[in-house]
Every structure is written in C-alpha cells, then in structure tokens.
C-alpha cells in the first residue's frame, strides 16, 4: 500500500517537472500558477444477489497549471479502489491500481476556439464528462455511459463556444492520436476515436429568475474495438440538461451500430432531481440499455442526496430492475463524497 501511494506522489511530481521544463521562461512566477485539489469517495453496497461490500472508490489528485495566459495544463492522477472490504476477503487492497485519467494542454487561438492535447474524457453526453463522485447526484452512473463509448482518448480536441443573440453554440470535436494499448482491469479498449459533439445553450431562453441552464446537444461518433476482427461502430446520441425553478431534469439517449449497418447496442437514461429542503435533494432515475450479446437490462432508481457542503455530498438510493450488471447491481447503496 505505501509503495502504491509513493508511486502516486511521484508521477504527480513528475508532471510538475514536466510543465516546468515546457514553461520555464518566467521560472519566478511559474509555480504559483499551480494548484493542487483532488476528490474522494466511499461507498456501501448492498445487492441483491451479491455480496455487501464497503470500498473506498478513489483518491484523485488534480494538478492544474493556470496564469493567465493562452497556454493551459490539467492532469488527474487516480489510485483507483485503494481498499475494500466485504466478509469473505476481508479488508484488502488487491483490486487498487494507479490510474491516468487525464492530462492534457489547452491553447486558446481566439476568443471562439481553443485545441487540447493530451489525454481526456471523451466529450459523448453530459455524464462521461462530470463523472467525479461530488459532481454527481447518485452513487451509480447510468449503464449507457459506461458500455457504448470509450470514456477517455489520447489525442487532439478542438472545441469553443459561438454566442448568438441570447443563445450560444458549445462545440467539441475530437480524433484519437496516440493509441494507448494499457488496459484497466474489465474496461473495453478502443481505438481509432474520432466524432463531435455540438450544443445549443439557453435554447428556451428562458427569462425568469428561477430559471437555469438549459442546453441540448447532439453527439456524433466512430470507434473499433481494440482487438483483431473487431467491427467498426457508429454512434449517434443526444444530450439535455433543464434547470428550472426546484427541478433539475438530464438525460442522454445512444444508438449505436456497425459499419455495415448491424444493431450494435442502445440505451439511456432520465434522471431528476428535486430539492426538498434544508439541501435535501429527491433523485429518481430510469435506464435502460441493449447489447445484443447480453441480457437486456432496464433499472429504477430512487434516493436522496445532501449536500452538507459546497463540496461534500451524502447519498442514499434503491435501485431495482431486470438484468444483472456488476456496474449497477440491484440493491441499496450509499456513499459519501468530497472534493478538496
């Protein structure tokens, strides 16, 4: 366990010296551009059919380089599952391994369009990238975006934001550059990444006090399985995101197929929140999701949230259905999250 979190120390030290080697002209002031922040979570779970597990999730480190300029850094470092406990093994650190979940510049050319590079979340919907424990109201990610897409690339993204009148235009578009053959644990490997993502914000307009954002996107995408034969997929998904009054509505929705037309798996997911009282938060959620080489599945989720800081959320949910997936077992779960 010590030599997992030496490791961690290391490469966080690593990417300091690396930003510092790119950016050394004002070695003075380059260090204070720099800050440290990162989240945690611990969960329990308590499945149907399957044994009751307490885990703690992660411990990210989140290491940003900002002065100012055109020229932007971001990196998050994960060890992953640093300890879990459950009745048969005991406490155990067995599943824990380190994990580069981003790192990544950004350089804005103008005032609409800035080009990252690097490592980052794929830009698919709304939850694959605000997936961290405390930006997220439940303690299971819906299954249709965790099983259609790749959820992160190595590459070049080029996105920005055109307003117009009272609206703007969110743009992302991205293609996979250096593949990455480092596979973590179950996750599904891809390669040859490449799609867009284009969203209206403010599309209703909406005038009144209480109201918030509001914003509709449309997800386009191509990728293929990282293994030899394997056919090339077609994605198409759209996105939303309503705040108004106490309501806050989301919901993304995936078809996806082969090259040659084949049904290759759908699914999607809607979700509301509404707050109760005293940051007392109702949360219900339906999915489902079809693999054609799996059992369809179909889930009901209801909870409360409590958000007892600014950055700290408590959650409690029953989730119910059919199909078995070990991301999203059936059962009673509760965790708590923090970002520091």
Not at 121 to 143: K, M
Not at 253 to 269: E, I, L, P, W
């Amino acid at each position: 366990m010590a030599n997992i979190l030496l490791r961690c120390v290391l490469s966080v030290i690593s990417l300091c010296l690396l930003c510092k080697s790119l950016m050394a002209e004002e070695d003075a002031s380059f260090w204070q551009g720099f800050r440290v922040g990162g989240y945690s979570s611990i969960d329990l779970r308590i499945p149907r059919t399957e044994t009751t597990q307490l885990k703690w999730n992660e411990l990210s480190m989140i290491v940003t380089w900002d002065q100012g300029t055109r020229l932007k850094f971001f990196s998050e470092l994960e060890l992953e599952n640093p300890l879990s406990y459950n009745r048969h093994q005991g406490l155990h650190s067995k599943e824990s391994y380190i994990h580069f979940e981003r790192f990544y510049f950004d350089y804005n050319l103008n005032a609409k369009t800035n080009v990252r590079a690097g490592r980052f979340l794929t830009p698919i919907g709304r939850w694959n990238q605000l997936h961290a424990p405390p930006l997220v109201w439940t303690t299971s990610r819906p299954l249709a975006t965790t099983e259609l897409f790749p959820y992160a690339l190595n590459g070049l993204m080029v996105f920005g934001n055109i307003p117009f009148e009272s609206r703007s235009l969110e743009y992302q578009l991205y293609a996979e550059g250096v593949k990455s053959d480092r596979k973590e644990r179950d996750e599904t490997t891809y390669r040859d990444v490449n799609g867009g993502r284009l969203a209206i914000n403010n599309l209703f307009n909406f005038t009144s006090e209480n109201a918030g954002l509001n914003t509709i996107g449309l997800n386009v995408s191509s990728f293929q399985e990282r293994f030899t034969g394997s056919p090339s997929y077609r994605l198409i998904g759209l996105d939303f995101l309503l705040e108004f009054d106490r309501w806050e509505i989301t919901g993304e929705m995936y078809s996806r197929n082969t090259a040659q037309g084949k049904d290759a798996g759908s699914g999607g997911y809607l979700q509301s929140a509404y707050l109760l009282k005293d940051e007392w938060y109702l949360i219900n959620r339906l999915e489902n999701l079809h693999m054609p080489d799996r059992p369809n599945a179909e889930r009901w989720m209801i909870g409360l949230t409590k958000r007892l800081k600014p950055n700290q959320l408590l959650k409690f949910e029953m989730v119910g259905g059919s199909g078995e997936y070990e991301d999203v077992p059936r059962g009673f779960a509760t965790s708590f999250a923090v970002m520091f």
